[in-house]
């Protein structure tokens, strides 16, 4: 390999990992201020090996403060403006997840299939999560 590739592949990976991190400073800003990137982190994704809380509510088996925490998460959700999307959509589909989450707090029967179904990750993503750039 040539010296100047090689210098020019050096300052590559650094200008990447400049870029990486200034990207996640922005993503840990942005949750502050976002209800629907609080919710996910919050309910829906889990580290590694641990099930999120929307999983453990899917099964019956979320506890109760987790339940009231998930509705006031998805109730900021739904009043946040999604990035990308129909809004009437958008309204409808938080719309059910609250009903679900409400209706799983007040230990309705049935509620935790109902909470699934809406809880649909990709249903929600496909339209309303930006792609990755
Ligand atoms: C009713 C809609 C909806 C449902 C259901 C939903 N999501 Fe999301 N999710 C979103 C939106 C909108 C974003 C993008 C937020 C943004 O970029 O501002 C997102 C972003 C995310 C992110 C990235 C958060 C971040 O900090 O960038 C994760 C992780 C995630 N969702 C996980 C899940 C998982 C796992 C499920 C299913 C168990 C799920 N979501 C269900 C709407 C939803």
Redesign the pocket.
Known sequence: MKETTKTALRATAVLAVAFGLCITGL?AA??KS?P??????K????PKGTD?V??KA?EGKASKEEIKGMLAA?TA??A?K????DAAK?KQ??D??VAATAALDKGEAGAADKFKA????????T????AKK
């Open positions: 993503t942005d949750a976002n629907i990137k609080e919710a996910m982190k309910y829906n994704a889990a999120p929307c999983k899917s998805y959700m739904a946040a999604p990035p990308q999307g958008w589909l938080c059910a997840l809406a809880v649909n990750c990709k249903a929600c993503h339209d309303f999560k930006p």
